[in-house]
């Protein structure tokens, strides 16, 4: 009937992570002394804690982490990049916050670094970006259009910066707290 079949994955995306060694405890404190000092902003929070952008006064450990993580990744890549800024921000989720649908702009790689994760505090869901939605294709195929991350604690997730992404509502009466980082090459 047919043959010689060629079958090829196109336009691939990734979620690269790793669990930097630093002090999860010392960068707990920070955030909550962050928050003490600076008012939210309205981002894509949505009852939640969205500090201020950083480029290079705070979590300097693992903001120097994140840009070895990504220059590494980007050679194993192949993509002839390397990282000339990178700015980050934490934030903080009670009970019922979440992070609505956004993606970061012009950044080319984004990064989550998760500090703080109780049970049923919230996924990270990864969309896809191609018009895909629009048709039957996959309509029975919710694993083609979308990727959940169980956020592990003082684990960091790179991914493109082009994704659509948001975090589910937290069912946990402790905090979610994580660093955000918007990557440019």
């Avoid at 970006?129 to 790179?158: F, H, K, W």
């Amino acid at each position: 009937m047919y043959d010689n079949v060629i079958d090829e994955n196109i336009f691939p995306s990734f979620v690269s992570s790793c669990i930097p060694q630093i002090d999860m405890m010392a960068q707990l404190e920070e955030a909550y002394d962050i928050k003490s000092l600076h008012v939210t902003e309205n981002i894509s929070n949505e009852g939640g804690y969205h500090s201020p952008k950083f480029s290079g006064t705070k979590f300097l450990k693992l903001r120097d982490t994140v840009e070895e993580f990504c220059n590494d990744l980007l050679e194993k890549k192949g993509l002839g990049l390397k990282v000339s800024e990178i700015e980050y921000w934490c934030n903080i989720n009670k009970c019922y916050n979440y992070n609505v649908m956004h993606s970061h702009g012009r950044a080319d790689l984004i990064g989550i670094y998760y500090i703080q994760v109780p049970p049923k505090s919230g996924n990270l869901c990864v969309l896809r970006n191609d018009g895909s939605q629009y048709c039957d294709l996959y309509e029975n195929r919710a694993d083609m259009l979308g990727y959940t991350i169980e956020p592990e604690p003082g684990r960091l997730y790179v991914l493109p910066g082009h994704l659509w992404h948001y975090v589910t509502g937290s069912d946990s009466v402790r905090d979610r707290v994580s660093v955000s980082f918007n990557i440019y090459t």
